[in-house]
């Protein structure tokens, strides 16, 4: 039996071949491997031994032909991923998706239901095709605190790319003591390489860690648009300020936890927000992995 992790080759983004066939390369969003790492370290909370976990493409997924494998869905997902191959065995948790995907796949993921959603849009999507679903929020919150003493001395200012972009009008909202000497971060990878292969995946997730080591070790506030740069540094106990150039939906669940800032009201922003208490959050979370993990392994040794 396998336990399988998501990485991410970006099979089938259009934008990205087309920048990669025009300038021999594109950035990937190294928020996607966060998730990663979430779900790596459930599984060692709930005991699964590493040598057992494998790594599936999110963006290949429909063609998989490894070991079979329990996989658990925390990310965003497209239609191109599905069906699901008899070899996967998914529980979901922290799955994001568009009605596109739902309405394609209502009697596949009907299957499946009650479909556990990283957001409270995407519960309202899979409800509105007769699809039992519940929120609950995304894994990268169930990464550790850091220890009481890292307390950290650095502003983060942490940005992508679209919809990421940084809204630099809060720039003009943010203390001087703030801005003076705070660090911009771009958490996206530079590759040339489309799509990616085995190797292109392994160093996006390396990234990853060391970004959120970065973040564990050395901030003070992080300062982002980026939900996979929130949730993983809100989990390590870090205070955050989400500022965003306009609301998505992706942030219906975060937003339950802080505030999600848009330009008309960067003017009420706390700059000393203190940090967000998700203990019991974390604490239900992997109870839940724990619980669907186990249901799915016996349901296969039933089958």
């Known amino acids: 039996m396998k336990y399988a992790v998501l990485q991410f080759g970006y099979n089938g983004f259009a934008s990205f071949e087309r920048s990669f066939q025009s300038r021999k390369f594109y950035s990937v969003n190294i928020g996607d491997n966060m998730q990663t790492l979430a779900v790596r370290n459930v599984y060692d909370l709930i005991g699964i031994p590493r040598e057992d976990v494998v790594p599936i493409n999110r963006d290949d997924m429909a063609s998989y032909t490894g070991d079979k494998a329990v996989l658990v869905t925390n990310g965003c997902f497209y239609a191109r991923s599905f069906p699901f191959p008899d070899n996967i065995v998914p529980v979901f948790i922290g799955f994001q998706t568009n009605e596109e995907t739902v309405s394609a796949f209502a009697a596949m993921f009907k299957r499946y239901e009650p479909i556990g959603c990283r957001d409270t849009h995407t519960a309202e999507l899979m409800r509105k095709y007769g699809i039992k679903a519940h929120t609950t929020g995304c894994l990268t919150l169930t990464l550790p605190a850091r220890p009481a003493e890292a307390k950290g001395d650095r502003v983060y ?14 720039l003009a909202h943010m203390p001087a003591a703030l801005l003076e000497g705070a ?30 080591n970065d973040y564990r070790r050395k901030a003070s506030l992080v300062v982002t648009p980026l939900h996979h740069a929130a949730s993983p540094c809100i989990a390590a106990g870090i205070p955050v300020i989400i500022c965003r150039r306009a609301f998505h939906s992706r942030f219906s669940y975060l937003q339950q936890l802080l505030p999600v800032y848009t330009p008309e009201r960067f003017h009420e922003i706390d700059w000393q927000p203190a940090p967000v208490d998700v203990d019991g959050l974390k604490s239900d979370l992997v ?8 249901r799915a392994r016996e349901g296969i040794r039933a089958g």
Do not use: C, N, Y
């Open 183 to 212: 660090e911009l971060v771009f958490q996206r990878l530079t590759v040339d390489v489309f799509p990616l292969g085995s190797r292109q995946m392994r160093t996006a997730e390396k990234v990853a860690g060391s970004l959120l």
């Open 157 to 170: 200012i942490v940005h992508g790319g679209g919809s990421g972009s940084l809204p630099t009008s809060v």
């Open 287 to 294: 109870q839940l992995v724990a619980a669907e993990v186990k």
